[in-house]
């Protein structure tokens, strides 16, 4: 509203466009209906444009002098926050780059020229910043993850390793499994998060470990779809029967704890990761 009352009073002869989050759009709905519609949930990253119900005096606003809204997605805000912060080095806060998330996302020749994107505030937590940076950073590309399937034999992952090193991939973390529910006797599942350069990098990547025969998956790792428990402070390991064992001595007493899909009794933890039955 102030940007468009500050556009229209200089008699400047263009287009002002509003911009919202996708999961907090409160103003398209009430613009389209012509009154003022409260959304009945909002979930974004963006405190700052989390408005369920346009006020009335900014509606008036908005509907008079505003010529479009358009809505930005939570990947796009984050990406326009790492891309102003790494490119512009400035700190600008979700709401405050919606502008230039919109012109991120926007086709070429969507808007003509010159185009001027309104930076509009820097109040961002830091861990906050932190959250969007590396969430930013998996949108455009710069993280990967994903799990390979290897005969478990010795040299299989320093094979794996040297392949992701030759193409240029930076590994940050990776995770040995070797038991599962789904997992072949003779193979291990190595679950991978590395560095890359950009989306074409990533897929650059993946097409070069599939041209050496790797099979790549996505998703959830096979050890996720066995049941574990563990003392609170770090899962271990057990089998299905001894889960099994555990939890039906704890029904039989009576003194079962629901949290979600955590079952607790003194101290123990009894996790069933969806996909199990018990």
């Not at 709401?95 to 998330?101: F, I, L």
């Amino acid at each position: 509203g102030g940007a468009g009352t500050a556009f229209n009073g200089k008699g400047a002869d263009g287009r002002c466009v509003g911009l919202r989050a996708e999961g907090a759009a409160g103003y398209p709905p009430s613009l389209v209906a012509g009154r003022l519609l409260p959304l009945t949930s909002m979930s974004t990253i963006d405190d700052g444009l989390a408005v369920g119900c346009p006020g009335q005096v900014p509606y008036a606003i908005v509907s008079e002098l505003v010529d479009s809204i358009a809505t930005v997605s939570e990947e796009t805000l984050s990406r326009a926050v790492l891309f102003l912060l790494e490119r512009a080095k400035l700190v600008v806060e979700p709401a405050g780059a919606a502008a230039v998330a919109r012109l991120l996302d926007a086709v070429d020749g969507a808007y003509e020229g010159p185009i001027v994107a309104v930076l509009s505030g820097g109040n961002i937590d830091p861990v906050l910043l932190l959250r969007i940076i590396r969430h930013g950073l998996a949108a455009a590309g710069r993280y990967l993850q994903f799990r390979v399937r290897v005969p478990d034999s010795p040299g299989s992952l320093a094979g794996l390793l040297a392949d992701l090193a030759d193409a240029d991939a930076n590994v940050l973390e990776i995770e040995h499994v070797r038991t599962g529910a789904n997992l072949p006797v003779d193979e291990v599942e190595i679950a991978v998060q590395l560095e890359a350069k950009g989306s074409a990098h990533c897929e650059e990547l993946l097409r070069t470990l599939r041209e050496k025969g790797y099979s790549v998956v996505f998703g959830r790792p096979s050890a996720d779809l066995r049941p574990t428990f563990g003392k609170t402070g770090g899962p271990v390991s057990a089998t299905r029967e001894r889960v099994s064992r555990v939890t039906d001595a704890v029904r039989a007493r009576g003194r079962v704890k629901h949290y979600g899909e955590v079952k607790a009794l003194d101290g123990i933890e009894v996790t069933v990761p969806q996909g199990s039955v018990m």
